[in-house]
């Protein structure tokens, strides 16, 4: 593992500020976002998840049930799972304000998400542009490009 990201994922697990990144997933897609610390997870998916829980519920017409408090019952089991599994060394990034593209297209925005640290094979913080596809002909394979 890349000791600069390890590095990156202390100062994110102690609260430090840290700037934007960008990963390149095993999968081939993109997460975007700022690091910070793994503690804060659930409580930036709390308000989403009663709203998504809110629209389902009205939805079938079930507008009695409590959803800030069904979220909060079961994010509180995943809390107290991650507490007994969280050891001295971070096994994930966790980011906020966080985008994730996929590699055939579209992606979606997410308040945060936790990227496996194994899952990453190159990061970045600034710089890059875009590097248009070939329209035709062409192409990679194992050990280089192929031209025609």
Request: aromatic content about 6%.
């Amino acid at each position: 593992m890349d000791p600069a990201l390890r590095t990156l994922a202390h100062a994110a697990e102690a609260g430090r500020d840290c700037p934007p990144v960008r990963l390149l997933l095993a999968s081939g897609d993109l997460a975007m976002g700022r690091p910070g610390p793994s503690s804060q997870f659930l409580q930036a998916m709390y308000g989403p998840l009663a709203a998504e829980y809110a629209g389902g519920l009205a939805r079938r017409d079930r507008k009695h049930v409590d959803t800030d408090a069904l979220a909060g019952e079961e994010l509180l089991v995943i809390g107290r799972a991650q507490q007994s599994l969280d050891g001295p060394e971070p096994m994930t990034l966790t980011l906020y304000d966080a985008s994730l593209l996929a590699t055939q297209g579209g992606g979606v925005e997410l308040p945060a998400v936790r990227v496996p640290l194994e899952a990453i094979n190159a990061w970045w913080i600034a710089g890059g542009s875009t590097i248009e596809a070939p329209r035709e002909g062409g192409g990679w394979f194992v050990g280089g490009f192929a031209a025609e």
